[in-house]
């Protein structure tokens, strides 16, 4: 089986330092440490209300030597500074200002009009657009009808299942995710995934056969107050590479 990236969101390294002001931690140093230890490219989220990370961070991740996935709501704003930056990789998000994390997948049916051109700006720009959506076949038609090459399988109910212990549901989600992530690459659509992925959680969705890329944040920050990030770094990308055996 081809080998399955890791895309380390160095979100929560912002939420630690905001806290206090000043600098410290700092999201450039948990990205290289992250490198360090395996991860091949990292991912942040510039939030509208710039809650963890902030403007002068994504100019310093994109001057580091990885590939940088920007994730950011597809607004003017964010397509602009998308543009100024230009992150190898853009990946498209809803965000509502009152969640605490993005809850779902967007909506890509009611939203075609407003996302089709914004898809179109990033990729003549050479960003490669992945568009973060439900695990859904008819989903995966209508993103491939959008044009854009990659879909982030949203993650989130099979991770909650998992953490409550939910046999039958996490078997449920696991195959949602399982044939979304078949449909879509029949469509020629490169397959990610993430959300709340933890190390319990991470080897059946790695083990798709179709996946080629996760994006995984709170758990790795999560285990690295305990462990090192380089060590929770480490072992996230030990759990993905067993379950590819
Ligand atoms: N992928 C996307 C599109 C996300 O929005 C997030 C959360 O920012 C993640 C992956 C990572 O989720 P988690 O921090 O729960 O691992």
Redesign the pocket.
């Known amino acids: 089986m081809s080998s399955l990236r890791l895309?380390v969101?160095i979100?929560?390294v912002a939420t630690v330092r905001n806290a206090r002001g000043g600098s410290m931690p700092d999201p450039v140093r948990a990205a290289q440490e992250a490198v360090a230890a395996g991860a091949d490219g990292i991912?942040a989220?510039l939030r509208e209300d710039r809650r963890h990370i902030r403007d002068a961070d994504i100019a310093a991740l994109k001057a580091l030597p990885v590939p940088l996935n920007l994730?950011m709501a597809a607004t003017d704003e964010m397509v602009g500074i998308a543009l100024h930056t230009r992150p190898h990789a853009a990946?498209l998000?809803p965000e509502k200002r009152e969640e605490r994390?993005?809850e779902g997948g967007l909506d890509i049916v009611g939203g075609r009009e407003h996302l089709a051109p914004r898809i179109a700006t990033l990729t003549e720009a050479g960003i490669r657009v992945?568009l973060?959506v439900e695990p859904d076949e008819a989903v995966m038609d209508a993103a491939h009808a959008l044009g854009a090459p990659v879909v982030?399988l949203?993650?989130?109910s099979y991770?909650e299942a998992a953490v409550a212990g939910d046999a039958p549901r996490v078997a449920h989600e696991l195959d949602r995710i399982v044939r979304a992530a078949a449909h879509g690459a029949g469509l020629g659509l490169e397959i990610?995934?993430?959300?709340?992925?933890?190390l319990d959680s991470v080897g059946p969705v790695s083990a798709v056969p179709q996946l080629r890329e996760?994006?995984?944040?709170?758990?790795?920050?999560a285990e690295a107050i305990f462990v090192g990030l380089r060590q929770a770094v480490h072992d996230m990308r030990a759990a993905m590479d067993r379950a590819r055996r």
């Open positions: 895309g969101n979100d929560h991912t989220h994730e990946c998000v994390t993005t992945s973060f982030e949203h993650t989130g991770c990610h995934a993430g959300h709340g992925l933890t996760l994006n995984i944040g709170h758990a790795l920050i």
